[in-house]
């Protein structure tokens, strides 16, 4: 057992010191084999194209690559004498491979005597199949350059509380279209994150107590501190969901709405306590309260229903929360000389704290 240890270590620290010198994958350039009469370990005249041809392939790869050479042996005779055996072998086929020009220092051996048949060795032909020496050719697989690091440019913000301009602990919620972040401000409500340049990037902030805010901006070259203002979910405050907006006559969000909805389910989330009435409103500046008819006051009651269900469909408890249309009662511009985007922000829907 002394005996194949050292020959094994023999065999196999070449092999090591190879695979320790480089950190690349290797590739498989060309594999072949050549076999030896019982009891030999000389290589025969019909074996010699096999040789040429894994000379020819390693001096196209380069100085980089390396051939490999296992031997093995048949089962008949002890272990030891088969270790020695397929030694003289691999010795044989790396003289060889020398001889037709490769450099000594490519080459690493391997022996391995009858431990790793790959046929049975109760049979003339398998015990002939076991009696070989495999040689592959290898190589590096060529390194890609990473690529060029993205620029990147810092964006700092402080959220605080409107009321008492004190800040606010916080979590803030970045995205784009391919990666979302999150973060936590320092207890002084201060925030900093380099990010990508040109990106476009929406950040959202939330905090136990407390209602949300949310910015868009693409990333510049500098950028002025943001500031967040977070106005306490206290009973008796709302806040209206000013990108939740409708078109006209309908209780269908806008397309560039359909995002404002997670942020109102994240407020719900984080502020378990918390009980809503969902608000819904129209606009129309043309008419008394009194005057509406009755599909203009269903309508500011599905506006906020569609809220409702959302927020039911992702699990909050309707104990929490309920909902009510307003009509035209309480329009943010109720001139009938009010802009679109006026108009548009009539057609509103506000979470109401209870």
Do not use: C
Request: glycine share 6%; no cysteine.
């Amino acid at each position: 057992m002394l005996i194949r240890n050292l020959l094994l270590s023999a065999a196999l620290w070449p092999a090591l010191a190879y695979a320790q010198s480089t950190t690349d994958t290797l590739q498989t350039l060309h594999e072949t084999h050549i076999l030896f009469a019982f009891g030999r370990a000389d290589i025969r005249a019909q074996d010699t194209p096999a040789l040429q041809q894994a000379a020819q392939r390693w001096r196209e790869a380069g100085p980089s690559a390396r051939v490999h050479i296992s031997a093995h042996t048949d089962a008949i005779g002890s272990e030891n004498f088969n270790l020695r055996l397929s030694a003289r072998r691999a010795q044989a086929v790396a003289g060889a491979l020398q001889d037709l020009g490769v450099e000594k220092r490519s080459i690493v051996q391997a022996y391995q005597g009858e431990a790793l048949p790959v046929a049975d060795n109760h049979t003339d032909e398998g015990r002939q199949r076991n009696r070989r020496v495999e040689i592959v050719v290898v190589a590096p697989v060529p390194s890609t350059p990473p690529p060029p690091p993205v620029p990147t440019s810092l964006i700092s913000g402080r959220v605080i509380d409107p009321k008492t301009g004190k800040p606010v602990e916080a979590s803030v919620y970045l995205s784009t279209r391919s990666w979302r972040d999150s973060l936590r401000t320092d207890k002084d409500g201060h925030f900093s994150i380099r990010l990508p340049k040109d990106s476009v990037v929406r950040l959202e902030v939330f905090a136990p107590g407390y209602f949300f805010d949310a910015k868009t901006l693409r990333v510049g070259a500098e950028n002025p501190p943001l500031q967040f203002s977070l106005p306490p979910a206290t009973s008796g405050e709302k806040i209206a969901l000013r990108n939740l907006l409708f078109y006209g006559n309908q209780a269908v969000l806008l397309p560039q709405s359909e995002g404002e909805l997670p942020k109102v389910l994240r407020f719900m989330q984080i502020n378990p306590e918390a009980r809503i009435e969902i608000a819904g409103h129209i606009n129309n500046p043309l008419k008394k309260p009194e005057q509406l008819d009755s599909w203009e006051w269903a309508l500011s009651v599905n506006r906020a229903k569609l809220v409702y269900e959302y927020l039911l469909k992702n699990g909050i408890s309707p104990d929490r929360m309920r909902y009510k249309g307003y009509g035209n009662t309480e329009m943010i511009y109720p001139s009938p000389d009010a802009t679109e985007e006026q108009q548009a922000q009539n057609r509103r829907v506000e979470i109401r704290v209870q």
